[in-house]
């Protein structure tokens, strides 16, 4: 076996041997460690990639097993495939194929199910009505909470990529509230007619948006159209033995599900 090399890859430092780099010589690795191309060296005299360091581990893990694995709960298959793409290992690109494939047959069935509820709340605020003076005022408020489970992790990043946060005068995906790739819980509120915008942000308080509509969230009516409409278009429908149609209408629980 030969003698062991250590990489930094994006920071992230990795020790394997030559053999393993190029093991596959028409590869970017190939061709980097046979002497076909020029490699850089960091500060400590390590070979420097300027490429995902997280990610890599996979790619070196199959350059030492020929197996791609990756976690159950893997969700940065598009990172990967970026990353693959770079290393052009054919073998990976192929073995990346199969199990984007398999990954897609298993997403097809799916559960989607919300419950939803609402509550009013009393918001106390400052109104500046001239300089130096202020003065208090209070409104109701509505606040609306969803939470929101689906054995399609699929289905919950393409949710992600339609409803987004309200906060501090800048909007983020919901993606990054996820708890697990399965789970997700919402909590927004309705506009209120006269709290100044910086109030928001000191009350801690989201609002929820549409995109790329920028169509405000102010109702579970409108939530719940929104939601069905993604839903649908990915292939769901409503589950017609659950819940109770009495429920459904007053937007308390929605439940749908996906065959294919």
């Known amino acids: 076996m030969s003698e062991p090399i250590t990489l930094n890859v994006g920071g992230k430092l990795y020790t394997t041997s030559l053999s393993t780099l190029t093991s596959f010589p028409d590869s970017m690795l190939g061709a980097m460690f046979s002497g076909k191309m020029p490699t850089k060296k960091d500060s400590q005299g390590n070979c420097f990639i300027d490429r995902d360091g997280k990610i890599f581990r996979y790619i070196l893990n199959f350059l030492r097993t020929s197996h791609l694995d990756l976690p159950e709960d893997f969700q940065e298959m598009g990172l990967l495939r970026r990353e693959v793409d770079f290393y052009q290992i054919q073998p990976l ?7 984007e494939v398999e990954l897609s047959k298993a997403e097809k ?3 989607l199910n919300i419950t939803l509820d609402q509550k009013t709340q009393t918001v106390h605020f400052t109104v500046r009505e001239a300089p130096q003076i202020y003065s208090l005022s209070s ?6 909470s969803a939470n929101i489970f689906s054995t399609s992790c699929l289905f919950l990043k393409l949710l992600g990529s339609k409803l987004y946060y ?10 990054s509230y996820l708890q697990d790739p399965n789970h997700l819980t919402l909590d927004w509120v309705a506009s209120v007619e006269g709290l100044p915008e910086e109030e928001y942000t000191r009350q801690n308080l989201k609002r ?3 995109v790329p ?5 102010n109702s579970f009516q409108v939530f719940v159209e929104e939601v069905l409409k993604i839903a649908l278009s990915d292939g769901f429908c409503i589950d017609s033995s659950h819940p109770h149609t009495s429920d459904f209408m007053n937007n308390k629980i929605i439940r749908l599900i996906r065959y294919k």
């Open 208 to 210: 929820l948006w549409v």
């Open 213 to 217: 509509d920028n169509k405000q969230i």
């Open 93 to 99: 690109i192929e073995a990346l194929q199969e199990k």
């Open 139 to 144: 409104s109701n408020m509505e606040v609306f």
């Open 109 to 111: 069935n799916a559960m």
């Open 166 to 175: 309200c906060f501090n005068g800048n909007l983020s995906s919901i993606s």
